[in-house]
């Protein structure tokens, strides 16, 4: 018998069937809305510029770095646009097979490879890396044409910095190189606006004006908005932002000038600063041996960076900035004003000269054999008595000493705009308990004060310490900040800025105490030391020759050269000023290991003044005198220095 079945029943039950499942498809269609409301209008913005990043890419757009001139416009520091085959580490899988194949295809020397390395060590791996510079237009076409068989290997234009004049001023204009991990931590501590200008960015100032004035130099960063492929390669330009040059920066120094003192030093080592008093712009900063900056720019390979730093000649050390040199004579000038601004001596005071001064039981030695008699303060000056300052300092006392110096700028930071300067040493009874540990080292002995007087002993200035005070003091006692640049220049608009000058001080001294010691100084080189060396000058000068001590030698014992190592030699040193009536500078000397301040020093002094005040130009046979310190007055007929190109001869 056949069931008769519910027809109710069922359409019940399919209608909840349906009501559910309609349900269903509802919350789907809800939860599928819901999701097209949170992407759609939620997150539109973001999702946006996620997709425009996506499609799109920002590149920055590196600055042209600003040239550095001297004073007379001349190019110190520039740019060129080169080919730089570059590797990216992270991205090769055989990084020295790489190396090798693409030396089949572009001139890869050894030094290309240690170069590399060395970079590879500074830097992290997903960086690119020059492996060869400067490639020829036919270098870039071999590699193009393989470059699928190179992944992590491209070509780059790239704007490279070259010095022009190589290894000269180079410790004035410094370098840049690339920005190593140190830097680049540095870097992420600055302000954002300044962290995004540095973005694209591999080199930047490591000394010098480069590093001074890094970010007059370095420009402000563009952007290029570009449109890329699925593959991340740029399709079209969106958008640009054209980055801004950096600033030129014009320079105080004469080149011409730098190149003729570098020269004249020859293979000696040492070092010259020049000043004008009137206004303290440096017109040479000579630091002898010098180094080519041109190596450190993509990078230095590691033979050359080794011939440097371990070279006993040190040509890394800024010898006018970092050097520091016992004064020797150079320092009575100044021994002789303190004597007058303190009231301890007048200038007619005489003091009797047997050749030797006795301090307890112990004979301090003067020139020679011989005494030089009854001296006064001029006499003292031009025939270089120790004597005289012996007895000087005995009466002064350290502390006196030390608080007349000071403010002259001795043991003191000039703040010249060069990163790197020392300090010196000015000694007085405090430095010495700084200084030294045990009790009995900290005690001051009466007898390390008459050393004092003549430049000796504890005293350890630079060469612009020594040129900053003659700047000084031929200055009529006014001190004036020494400073290496002029002005900036904006590279578009031409329009040239000039640096402040620091603040002039006064330091007070009596101009009757001033005019004593420098007519005793003109008389050094018309009567005293130097005569032979300024004989036949075309102008008065002013100078102090001095002899310092790079050895100790005994009190006993005689000095003699021929019997002492070339690096155990006696400094030469000379302080000048020129002309007399109104000087236009002043300037520091020393030859290192050179002997007697007349024979070395002094020559290079008066060939500086022949230059500046008289348009005169050593000819060759002169300069190969002045380079082996055989040197008088100038041999044979000068050359007109305005005429002769700056990189002779």
Do not use: C
């Not at 399709?235 to 011409?256: E, F, H, M, Q, Y």
């Not at 003729?260 to 303290?280: C, K, Q, S």
């Not at 040493?425 to 004060?449: D, F, M, S």
């Not at 500046?612 to 220095?641: H, S």
């Amino acid at each position: 018998m056949t069931e008769l079945r519910n027809v109710e029943a069922d359409l019940a039950q399919f209608r909840t069937r349906v009501v559910v499942a309609g349900l269903a498809v509802l919350f789907a269609f809800g939860l599928l809305a819901a999701r097209m409301v949170y992407l759609q209008v939620l997150r539109h913005d973001e999702l946006d510029a996620q997709a425009e990043s996506n499609r799109t890419a920002v590149l920055p757009v590196v600055p042209n770095r600003g040239q550095i001139l001297d004073r007379h416009g001349r190019v110190l520091a520039t740019n060129f646009s080169a080919y730089t085959l570059e590797i990216t580490p992270s991205k090769v899988e055989d990084l020295d097979g790489t190396i090798e194949a693409l030396g089949e295809l572009v001139d890869i020397q050894p030094r290309d490879k240690r170069r590399f390395r060395k970079l590879l060590e500074e830097s992290r791996r997903f960086d690119s890396l020059p492996i060869r510079t400067r490639l020829t237009d036919d270098e870039v076409a071999r590699f193009t044409a393989q470059r699928y068989r190179f992944p992590g290997v491209d070509v780059r234009a790239r704007l490279i910095r070259h010095y022009p004049h190589g290894e000269v001023a180079s410790h004035v204009i410094g370098y840049i190189g690339r920005i190593n991990q140190r830097e680049k931590e540095s870097i992420e501590e600055w302000p954002e606006e300044d962290q995004a200008n540095y973005r694209g960015t591999d080199h930047i100032g490591k000394l010098g004006t480069e590093q001074q004035y890094e970010r007059e130099l370095h420009g402000v960063t563009g952007f290029d908005r570009v449109e890329t492929s699925a593959g991340g390669r740029a399709v079209r330009s969106l958008a640009n932002t054209p980055a801004t040059p950096g600033n030129t920066v014009v320079l105080s120094i004469d080149i011409k000038l730098q190149k003729l003192v570098e020269d004249m030093f020859g293979e000696r080592r040492g070092a010259l600063v020049a000043i004008d008093p009137r206004n303290g712009e440096v017109l040479a900063f000579v630091s002898k041996p010098t180094f080519d900056p041109n190596l450190f720019v993509e990078g230095i390979d590691s033979e050359s960076w080794k011939a440097l730093n371990e070279s006993l000649d040190k040509p890394l050390l800024n010898r006018a900035l970092r050097g520091t040199y016992p004064p020797g004579s150079t320092y009575k000038p100044f021994m002789a004003l303190g004597a007058l601004e303190t009231g301890t001596r007048s200038a007619s005071s005489v003091i009797n000269d047997p050749g030797y001064w006795m301090f307890g039981n112990h004979r301090f030695r003067s020139h020679g054999d011989g005494g030089l008699g009854a001296v006064d303060m001029h006499r003292s000056i031009v025939k270089s008595s120790n004597v005289y300052y012996y007895s000087l300092a005995n009466e002064m006392g350290v502390e006196a000493m030390h608080d007349f110096m000071a403010p002259l700028g001795f043991g003191q930071i000039t703040g010249i705009d060069l990163k790197g300067e020392v300090r010196g040493v000015l000694p007085n009874q405090e430095w010495k308990r700084k200084t030294y540990k045990r009790p009995e080292q900290q005690k001051w002995y009466p007898g390390e004060t008459i050393s004092l007087g003549i430049g000796q002993g504890y005293n350890n200035f630079t060469m612009l310490q020594l040129a900053h005070a003659m700047a000084t003091l031929a200055g009529g006692g006014i001190k004036r900040t020494p400073h290496l640049t002029l002005a900036t220049e904006n590279v578009l608009t031409r329009e040239r800025t000039p640096l402040p000058t620091p603040a002039e001080v006064n330091l007070g001294f009596k101009r009757q105490n001033i005019d004593t010691v420098l007519r005793a100084m003109h008389g050094v080189t018309v009567e005293g030391t130097s005569t032979r060396v300024f004989a036949g000058a075309g102008y008065l000068s002013g100078g102090k020759t001095g002899t310092a001590q790079a050895v100790t030698i005994g009190q006993k014992d005689r000095y003699d050269a021929r019997k002492l190592e070339e690096h155990q030699r006696d400094h030469s040193l000379y302080l000048a000023f020129a002309p007399l009536e109104n000087p236009t500078v002043a300037l520091a000397v020393v030859v290192e290991n050179a002997g007697f301040g007349a024979a070395a020093a002094a020559p290079i002094a008066r060939r500086v003044f022949d230059y500046l005040l008289m348009d005169q130009y050593p000819n060759p046979q002169d300069l190969a005198a002045v380079q082996k310190g055989e040197a008088g007055p100038p041999i044979g007929t000068p050359l007109k220095a305005s005429e002769v190109p700056w990189d002779s001869p």
